[in-house]
């Protein structure tokens, strides 16, 4: 069948406005875009420039706007998108080159929520491992999917609004950590979140939940983040 | 084995205060605006009233919302009760309200110096909203 | 030469293995990382079934028998030493990750749950042992996110985005790497001490993978262009399960929990080619068997694919005839929530690309090509070697899917890639670091961004007579048809020579990007230069290696042939020819014998 792509361009060094180019692909209900973007690159226009790299949606790097939602490319049919496809890059972040934006804001913000396990106490005497029930790792199960491809942050209104906004993504990261039984650092995490660009800019406007490609309830664990502020109960 | 951070351990911020008061300012709105529209009832507004005059009093509880209306009796109304209850739900609505204006207000405006400013706008507004409103109730 | 830096350690590549690398390497040496993809972009992240150590948290195990099985499961060609190193390790490795903070799934008591995976056997009934050590069908992902998580606790510094293009050396020493900032366009020079390539595999070449779009062997490429030798580059792994057509893989952890393999006429055909394990045979094994019931007509439909069944009824089914039971002694089962539980993934993979529920439906599957066994070759402590007296390269280090050590030898049993990553990971940065604290920086060459800058130049300037997408859709094709499973001398000799013309239609490639700023077109044309290399390097030494071995199977040699073959293959470019010697294999304590699963 023939897909029609239309798909936003800017090229940094010559234009000095964005533009919408429109390309025709022979494509399968099951292709993926990303297949149709890499049929356009080879054979159309190879200034064409997007980020990928595992395409099948583990890896993150393809988050890109489909039809007006954001969506990874390699994780889209075209069977679920119809054969008039629109391809921009995700907002609220910088557009560098055509779908490529700069994700060192996303990474920066990231970053503020001491994205790593803290456990400074001595480890069991026996040198194995800290102990964790299965419930206990359940707790935190869905927040650890994240890949921080950066649908969620990129389709939030609150995030497009302020410039320093934390965002659902690294909120989702204080989420992994804060509720994990054998980390020790929920204190400061807290302290960042509490601060006016962290939970406070979620109004709960859901679009995170509905982009996430992992299916992670986005929404539900920065509601989880208030309560434990509020009352301080982290299991 | 539970796991709670005290008090002391997780900071008590304006922002973390803010948003829990929010929500418990809200469902304090529906406990006053159910509880007048009861009184409402309970005191005639069975038969007196109309639908829009009942709205009224049940969102601002004032005598005067009682006066223009044809109940023949508004001495219960201007009780000092109903008055503190009007005065409970106002003084709730507008931090509530003035509070949600702020939220947005921050969304938009990053610097912590038009932070500040908004603030001291917003609760400059909030002071005289509530200021008006508590003479309307206890002037009548 | 404005965009110079200087660091003791310069690690390229942020997957596991180099992640592991750079935290260790930081520790006491001023280390920089540098990758051409966000560090959570990296392949490690799809990894999915688990990561073997003898933990025997569920059931008696044993670090000799999982040196056993790698060794059998290498067909004898991985060296002992190595695999015995790797195994003594994996313990201390996992519960050095858990204490990282990685969320494994837990045993009742809360130990790290382990599952059964292809090839791990308990070494006296010969049934399957639980030794993987998972997080869902995620366990790749978990180790790529605590490792990068760590690396930035520990301040490593990152240059991320940064294709690396050259390697230097000087008198025989690692002096630095050249690298492009794909933002800017510029070319960097990174002036190092040591440079450890930990820059993945290259299973891009082949047409059905389930490999990244990164995974085209820049490192090996790299290495070839300065005459360094690779080590068993004609094994390759086709993992059994890939999603029918697009590759994308299937954990064999579906097989760890119950899950068979169903051909054409609804039978199940693993127990007429391995009668102990069955469906957990080795990866090579399954594939060969998947091939051979296609090949005969049994596939699904008459097609080139089978079916994988993990429905509840199958499962209950199948443990029951195979006498498979829950540690306290009920019958196996298994019900849909738990299938949910514990592999999400999978369902998510097969719902959105088949329209497929594993839960009701069976996976239509095929073998997918899957991991490079062979490599830049090294000692167990990462440090490269040039030839069959091990003589080192001072300052270049390798580590990770790569580098070939070789624990995998002829073919990787399932979750040894992941503990490859982290326990040469590890032991590539210890020792980088000590080798910067008492090595000096050597003299870096007047230009030494020319060669990138000719490479560059070449791709800009060709004739533009042809596509660079037709030759990578040629090449794929032929090296999977022709180099792929089953191999014959006429089909390597083909593809050989079908290689090297594409390899000189490939001069002719012009980028038609001009600019600097993410210029993709120009850095995938550059990649497509080192897959053609590499997948020369291949097709010759498959050719050349007149026997079969692991995951390289001949038709027209079907037997190994210890006699003549049980040695390594160290290829390398000399005057633009292919140039073969062979370095022997370390045997420790167990003679080969034949290969029964």
């Not at chain 2, 702020?102 to 110096?113: E, Q």
């Not at chain 3, 049934?127 to 997080?135: D, E, I, Q």
């Not at chain 3, 690396?164 to 690692?174: H, S």
């Not at chain 3, 470019?573 to 073969?580: A, C, E, H, S, T």
Request: hydrophobic share 40%.
């Amino acid at each position: 069948m023939k897909v029609t792509l239309k798909i936003f361009r800017f090229n940094p060094e010559v234009d000095q406005k964005f533009h919408y180019e429109t390309y025709v692909v022979e494509g399968e209900p099951t292709d993926r875009v990303l297949d149709l973007l890499e049929q356009v690159k080879g054979y159309q226009d190879g200034t064409l420039s997007f980020r990928r790299s595992c395409a099948h949606g583990v890896c993150g790097s393809d988050a890109i706007r489909i039809n007006g939602r954001n969506h990874l490319a390699c994780k889209t049919l075209v069977r679920d998108v119809g054969d008039k496809i629109t391809v921009e890059p995700v907002l609220g972040l910088k557009v560098i080159k055509d779908l490529i934006v700069d994700m060192e804001p996303f990474f920066d913000n990231y970053k503020k929520v001491l994205p790593f396990f803290v456990n400074e106490s001595p480890l069991p005497a026996d040198g194995k491992e800290r102990h964790q029930t299965p419930e206990q790792r359940e707790r935190f199960d869905d927040t650890t999917k994240c890949i921080l491809c950066a649908c969620c942050t990129t389709s939030c209104p609150s995030f497009w609004a302020s410039d320093d906004y934390l965002g659902p993504a690294a909120l989702v990261t204080a989420h992994r950590f804060i509720f994990d039984s054998r980390d020790e650092a929920a204190s400061e995490r807290l302290h960042t979140l509490a601060e006016t660009s962290g939970t406070a800019r979620c109004h709960t406007a859901y679009n995170c939940t509905l982009a996430c490609p992992r299916e992670i309830q986005v929404t539900k664990a920065i509601g989880e983040l208030k309560m434990a502020m509020v009352t301080g109960r982290l299991d | 084995m539970k796991r709670t951070l005290p008090l002391s351990r997780r900071g008590l911020s304006f922002e973390t205060l803010m948003w829990f008061f929010t929500r418990l300012s809200a469902l304090a709105m529906y406990a006053l605006i159910l509880f007048g529209l009861f009184g409402a009832l309970w005191m005639g507004a069975r038969y007196q009233m109309n639908f829009a005059d009942v709205m009224r009093w049940a969102f601002m509880p004032n005598v005067t919302h009682v006066q223009g209306t044809n109940v023949p009796d508004i001495a219960p109304w201007a009780g000092l009760f109903w008055k503190l209850v009007a005065m409970a739900l106002l003084l709730v609505a507008t931090a509530h309200g003035v509070h949600g204006l702020v939220v947005i207000a921050d969304d938009y405006i990053v610097s912590a110096r038009g932070r500040q400013i908004v603030r001291l706008l917003s609760i400059l507004m909030m002071a005289s909203m509530s200021l008006i409103g508590l003479y309307i109730i206890w002037i009548s | 030469m404005a965009n110079l830096h200087q660091f003791d350690v310069v690690v390229v590549g942020a997957g596991g293995a180099g992640l592991m690398a750079g935290l260790y390497a930081s520790r006491g040496a001023k280390t920089a990382v540098i990758s051409k993809l966000y560090p959570t972009r990296s392949h490690t992240g799809a990894a999915q079934g688990g990561i073997s150590a003898a933990l025997g948290n569920l059931e008696e195990d044993s670090v000799e028998w999982h040196t056993y099985d790698s060794v059998k499961g290498s067909d004898y060609l991985g060296d002992q030493d190595a695999i015995e190193f790797m195994c003594q390790e994996a313990p201390q490795a996992i519960l050095e990750l858990e204490h990282m903070g990685l969320p494994f799934d837990r045993t009742p008591e809360g130990k790290i749950s382990q599952r059964p995976f292809g090839g791990h056997t308990n070494n006296v009934t010969g049934k399957p042992v639980r030794r993987a050590c998972h997080a869902a069908d995620r366990t790749g992902h978990m180790i790529l996110q605590t490792l990068y998580q760590q690396c930035l606790k520990n301040k490593v510094n990152f240059f991320d985005e940064y294709q690396v293009l050259d390697l230097l050396i000087v008198e025989g020493k690692a002096a630095g790497v050249v690298a492009v900032e794909l933002a800017t366009g510029e070319l960097h020079t990174f002036h190092a001490k040591a440079v450890i390539f930990a820059t993945g595999g290259h299973g891009r070449i082949f047409e059905v993978t389930s490999n990244a779009y990164a995974y085209t062997g820049d490192g090996a490429a790299i290495c070839l262009r300065h005459g360094l030798p690779l080590q068993d580059m004609e094994f390759f792994q086709f993992h059994p399960t890939g999603i029918y057509k697009l590759g994308i893989l299937i954990t064999e952890g579906v097989r760890g929990e119950g899950g068979v393999l169903i051909n054409g006429q609804g039978e199940r055909f693993m127990p007429k080619y391995a009668p102990t394990v069955k469906d957990l045979a080795s990866r090579d094994v399954v594939s060969r068997a998947i091939y051979t019931e296609i090949s005969e007509g049994r596939g699904i439909n008459g097609k080139n694919y089978v079916y994988l069944d993990i429905r509840p009824e199958s499962v209950k089914k199948y443990a029951a005839l195979d006498g498979r039971t829950n540690p306290d002694g009920t019958p196996y089962t298994l019900s849909g929530e738990d299938i949910l539980k514990k592999i999400p993934d999978i369902i998510d993979f097969c719902r959105v690309y088949l329209g497929v529920d594993p839960i009701t439906q069976m996976m239509p599957i095929q073998p997918t090509a899957h991991y490079t066994m062979g490599g830049i070759p090294t000692n167990k402590y990462g440090e490269v070697v040039l030839d069959d007296q091990n003589t080192l390269l001072p300052g270049l280090f390798a580590a990770g899917e790569c580098a070939c050590v070789s624990i995998h030898g002829a073919n990787r049993l399932g979750t040894n890639s992941l503990l490859d990553l982290v326990v040469f990971g590890k032991y590539a940065g210890l020792r980088a670091a000590e080798y910067a604290q008492n090595a000096g920086f050597a003299a870096l060459p007047v230009e030494p961004e020319t060669a990138s800058r000719a490479q560059f130049e070449a791709l800009r300037n060709g004739s533009g007579r042809e596509n660079a997408f037709d030759i990578a859709t040629e090449m794929k094709k032929v090296m999977f048809d022709l180099v792929g499973i089953y191999r014959s001398e006429a089909g390597m000799q083909q593809a050989v020579e079908k290689v090297r013309a594409l390899k000189a239609r490939y001069q002719q490639v012009r980028v038609a990007d001009s600019g600097k700023i993410f210029n993709t077109e120009l850095l995938n044309a550059w990649e497509l230069g080192n897959m053609l290399e590499v997948a020369e390097v291949v097709a010759e030494c498959a050719l050349n290696r007149k026997e079969s071995r692991g995951g390289h199977s001949r038709e027209d040699y079907p037997n190994r042939d210890d006699q003549e073959w049980l040695k390594h293959t160290l290829a390398r470019r000399q005057d633009g020819k292919l140039v073969i010697e062979y370095k022997p294999v370390t045997i420790t304590r167990y003679q080969p014998k034949a290969r029964v699963y």
